[in-house]
């Protein structure tokens, strides 16, 4: 047994004293005093860090010597004899080599080329948003800036598997970037044409939601910028763009206690009352309903044909979490809903019998507004904790495959932005994660040279 785990061991089966905490390593107690006090570190805030950290340092060092799967008697040579023998489907053979190589995942930093004046030099402008379009060939960005205010920037990915890990950045100078709530990529004239933004208001300018060309952002435009289709709301909380032929060219606004759905051809926006503050939604495709997740819990469906029908009852699907639901990703065999709330809890839900049916441990969620990232063609599912950890699961089987450290000590302002992908970098990229923390950005690649043993 190891120094650390024998030394979590004995902390454990010594008695709790009220105002006192045990330190292990000293083996004595030590006086505890209430609240947060600058002149004694022993406080049990500080204790409480000064442990996640002393976890985080541990893992750090466990994951730079990480060579063995998860899943025990995995390996390459394993996975190739069963697929030889016919014992294993290609998309199970695929799921499993995927399984191998996010465990030997190793960070390698990326350069960020960027305008001069985009990130300022007398101060770090951390990420606040990374989002990938369909193609994972680009990837738009928020930078925290001055006076409570936005950067944005799109991040060009075809170049990211060169030998010189380096990333250009396009930024939008002409545009009034105010901080974001919620964000998807719209495709209106070709596919992932616009951004919709759901924007907060400053001081006496109410929050909108609206559309912004992709095109406008480029370091040498000097075209003035401005949103389309933009639908004053005084709170917007989550936004998703219409799939559904059915629907046409619509987009969703999740505000307190309203759905609004917007037409970018007509211009008319529908309203739909609910019963608690809209914080996920998602459109299927297949048929014209609109998902939602509220603060409540609760998860419900609209179907948008029934708007005109002022009797009929507008929530098809309803079920609930405990707590107040953050993201909602619906899977392609659309009789399946994942959900993730602030408890913590990520379930997958089958809407034809509304009940849970897997159930994904370990995630961190207490109070922040964190989403989920559902890879099925590589099996995976992915979530950033309110602790920092980046955690990888099996969407088969819902088992933890790994738990990736945070570059960084876990803070409120330092939580990893995440983007998954096959294909990093389009259709020529590689299966990779790409992790945005404070100011930095980190790739973690897959090697094709070594594969994982056990």
Not at 44 to 67: A, G, P
Not at 154 to 166: A, E, R, V, Y
Not at 285 to 310: M, W
Request: proline share 4%.
């Amino acid at each position: 047994m190891d120094s650390s785990s024998s030394v979590t061991s004995r902390s454990s089966t010594v008695p709790e004293l009220p105002g006192f905490y045990y330190d292990p390593e000293k083996n004595r107690y030590f006086r505890l005093l209430p609240g947060n006090n600058n002149c004694n570190p022993l406080t049990k805030e500080s204790i409480r860090q000064r442990e996640m950290e002393s976890k985080r340092l541990r893992l750090l060092e466990e994951d730079r010597q990480r060579k063995k799967a998860i899943r025990t008697g995995l390996n390459s040579l394993f996975l190739h004899q069963k697929r030889q023998l016919g014992l294993l489907s290609s998309t199970s053979y695929c799921r499993r080599v995927h399984e191998l190589k996010v465990n030997c995942m190793q960070r390698q930093k990326v350069e960020i080329r960027s305008p001069p004046d985009f990130f300022d030099s007398t101060s770090a402008n951390p990420f606040q948003l990374l989002l990938a379009d369909t193609a994972c060939e680009t990837v738009f960005t928020v930078n925290a800036a001055d006076r409570g205010q936005c950067k944005y920037g799109i991040i060009k990915l075809d170049s990211l598997w060169n030998d010189h890990l380096q990333v250009d950045m396009c930024d939008n100078f002409n545009f009034t970037n105010h901080k974001i709530n919620a964000a998807c990529w719209v495709s209106v004239t070709h596919p992932d044409s616009h951004l919709l933004l759901c924007l907060m208001g400053i001081a006496n300018t109410p929050g909108s939601s609206g559309l912004l060309p992709v095109s406008q952002f480029s370091n040498f435009s000097e075209v003035q910028s401005r949103m389309l289709c933009s639908v004053k709301i005084p709170m917007a909380w989550s936004c998703a763009w219409g799939l559904n032929p059915q629907v046409g060219s619509c987009f969703s606004t999740g505000s307190t206690r309203r759905v609004y759905v917007t037409n970018i051809v007509t211009g008319l926006t529908q309203t739909f009352s609910t019963e608690s503050d809209v914080l996920a939604q998602q459109f299927a495709t297949r048929t014209p309903v609109l998902y939602n997740g509220c603060r409540s819990g609760e998860i419900f469906s609209i179907d948008i044909r029934q708007h005109a029908k002022k009797r009929c009852r507008r929530k098809r699907v309803c079920f609930f979490h405990n707590s107040a639901v953050t993201s909602l990703k619906i899977l392609q065999d659309e009789n399946y809903v994942m959900a993730a709330d602030m408890a913590g809890k990520i379930k997958l839900w089958d809407l034809r019998t509304r009940k849970c049916v897997k159930q994904y441990e370990g995630h961190n969620n207490q109070y922040a507004h964190l989403p989920l990232h559902v890879n099925e063609e590589a099996g995976l599912l992915l979530a950033v904790g309110q602790d920092c950890y980046t955690r990888i699961w099996s969407l088969q089987d819902s088992q933890l495959l790994r738990t990736i450290p945070s570059p960084y000590p876990a803070s409120k302002d330092s939580i990893p932005n995440v983007a998954f992908s096959s294909h990093l970098g389009g259709r020529r990229g590689v299966p990779g994660l790409l992790m945005a923390v404070k100011q930095d950005l980190f790739y973690f690649s897959y090697n094709t040279d070594t594969w994982c043993e056990h």
